[in-house]
């Protein structure tokens, strides 16, 4: 079974730091996706990386993949606090998707 | 741009008593459908792979006899909770598959299901 980790599980971090969040997974895939969760909400859609190399940015938010490391990870830049959330990568696994265990941003002023 | 809808967005109910939840592909038809359960800050746990015409696939450790899936059409999936009970209530989300969009999954708004 295909098992995705995420690293760290709870951030606390001030406006205007930047900060990474790792993405690991076990086994070969090609297809990656980030997603937001806000609080008693569903999945927002970030990005979606479909190959080795893949970078994609949004705003204060950037994302990379690297298949072969099988490493995902999402950079923000000069945190500010709309973006405290929880995110979550997920891996497509061929015939379902495999979820992170989510990082929880907490962004202080 | 696609749209996938849950229905309700949260419900209470008693235990024992069952609850239905919906989840339609609004503007494509999704031959297949995702159903997960979240806990409080948890990840997302799928527990079952909806096919439309055809039994759902379970996951491990769920049970299907409690969880009824039915995927009737194109663009309709229902889970209901049979026999409901306080450890039951959860977030329940739904996915659905654009295969005209490369496969492109959607994710539902999310239901709440509280059992008392």
């Known amino acids: 079974e295909l098992k995705v980790e995420q690293n760290p599980l709870f951030l606390s971090m001030q406006e205007g730091k930047n900060y990474t969040i790792y993405c690991n997974y076990s086994?070969?895939?090609?297809?990656l996706y980030w997603y937001r969760q806000d609080p008693g909400k569903s999945l927002e859609s970030l990005f979606v990386?479909?190959?080795?190399?893949a970078v994609k940015q949004e705003g204060r938010l950037m994302a990379s993949l690297d298949t072969k490391a099988r490493l995902s990870t999402l950079h923000i830049t000069a945190a500010v606090h709309d973006l405290s959330a929880t995110y979550f990568c997920?891996?497509?696994?061929?015939?379902?998707?495999?979820f992170g265990t989510g990082t929880s941003l907490t962004v202080i002023p | 741009g696609a749209v996938v809808s849950q229905h309700p967005s949260w419900v209470i109910c008693k235990s024992g008593t069952s609850v239905k939840i919906e989840c339609r592909s609004l503007?494509?038809?999704?031959?297949?459908m995702f159903w997960y359960r979240q806990f409080p800050k948890q990840s997302l746990m799928l527990m079952a792979t909806?096919?439309?015409?055809?039994?759902?696939?379970?996951e491990q450790g769920v049970e299907k006899d409690k969880f009824l899936i039915n995927h009737a059409s194109l663009t309709l999936s229902t889970l209901t909770v049979t026999s409901a009970h306080p450890e039951d209530s959860s977030f329940y989300i739904c996915?659905?598959?654009?295969?005209?969009?490369?496969?492109?999954?959607?994710f539902g708004e999310g239901s709440w299901l509280t059992v008392v």
């Open positions: 996915s659905a598959n654009n295969r005209g969009q490369g496969n492109t999954i959607y």
């Open positions: 086994t070969t895939s090609d297809r």
């Open positions: 990386l479909l190959s080795n190399g």
């Open positions: 997920a891996v497509d696994g061929g015939n379902q998707f495999y």
């Open positions: 503007d494509f038809q999704a031959t297949t």
């Open positions: 909806s096919n439309e015409g055809s039994k759902a696939t379970y």
